[in-house]
């Protein structure tokens, strides 16, 4: 099938012509998730859209800087498309440039109106910058208009659990999860609200339900975290059995206590601080 997709459209784009229909159908292939495909035909994009198209697939793809790149040359042809300055506000939220993507949303607010998403990317540029109860207002603002708003609702409790409001955070895991179920990192969160309230008998039992999820990165945080409910439960050889696994799996934090706590003489311990905003 891909074979016949990328032979398809190189037959259609010979000549260097690039046809409105061939955009829809690229746009189509890129929403399915085609990625690499839909980059590899447009390896030398023409026109603007064609080029915005590929920083979208840059974008996507985790090569942000390039992306950039790609967005302001089609914003020369195209400086009044709302869509097109968004995702680079977006795409300059994501390479961590939070200046150049405020001022991006504020273009693209002036072009298109509010909408949730932008209010979302405000919030989620100052909670980047530690401005958390600015974040805070810009969250409302995205869920005044969306209550189910995912990703708002997940960035809006990262902010109430760093913010110390830890009941207002644990609510709101609690609608992320009635959300998205398969979202294993919502309840590793959950756990680490526990943990941060120094309930660790209970934070140990969402830990060790964690350890049967897919997700590698979530088992790799459990193990870490449910190593320190062990130790602070005065369970030291089940601490290092943990912290071991979490090593194995390329935890440096939790390598270092295996030297210190379970290999060397030290009994203080001073774990790592729990993130709340991680995807």
């Not at 208009?145 to 009941?167: H, M, P, T, V």
């Not at 120094?198 to 088992?219: E, H």
């Not at 290092?240 to 003489?265: F, N, P, S, Y």
């Amino acid at each position: 099938m891909r074979t016949w997709f990328l032979l398809f459209l190189l037959s259609s784009l010979s000549g260097g012509m690039f046809g409105q229909l061939d955009l829809v159908e690229l746009r189509d292939r890129y929403n399915a998730g085609q990625i690499s495909d839909v980059l590899e035909i447009l390896s030398d994009p023409e026109s603007a859209e064609f080029v915005f198209l590929k920083a979208d697939c840059l974008h996507k793809l985790g090569d942000f800087d390039e992306a950039i790149v790609l967005y302001n040359e089609a914003l020369k042809a195209l400086p009044y498309n709302p869509q097109l300055i968004l995702n680079a506000a977006i795409c300059n939220h994501s390479a961590g440039n939070y200046l150049d993507s405020d001022k991006g949303l504020t273009a693209a607010k002036k072009l298109s109106g509010n909408s949730p998403k932008i209010n979302y990317y405000f919030g989620a540029n100052r909670y980047m910058e530690g401005e958390l109860i600015q974040a805070v207002d810009y969250l409302n603002d995205a869920l005044a208009a969306d209550k189910e708003y995912f990703d708002a609702i997940y960035l809006l409790a990262a902010c109430k659990a760093e913010l110390g409001e830890r009941e207002a955070a644990a609510e709101l895991y609690d609608e992320c999860a009635k959300l998205d179920p398969a979202m294993k990192r919502v309840n590793l969160n959950r756990a680490n609200l526990l943990f941060d309230d120094a309930k660790y008998a209970q934070a140990l039992d969402v830990y060790s339900r964690l350890l049967t999820c897919k997700d590698r990165d979530v088992i790799k945080e459990a193990y870490y975290f449910r190593a320190a409910c062990r130790f602070y439960l005065h369970d030291s050889e089940g601490a290092c059995e943990d912290w071991t696994a979490a090593a194995k799996m390329g935890d440096e934090d939790a390598r270092e206590h295996v030297l210190t706590q379970c290999q060397g003489k030290t009994r203080k311990l001073k774990t790592r601080k729990s993130s709340y905003n991680a995807f």
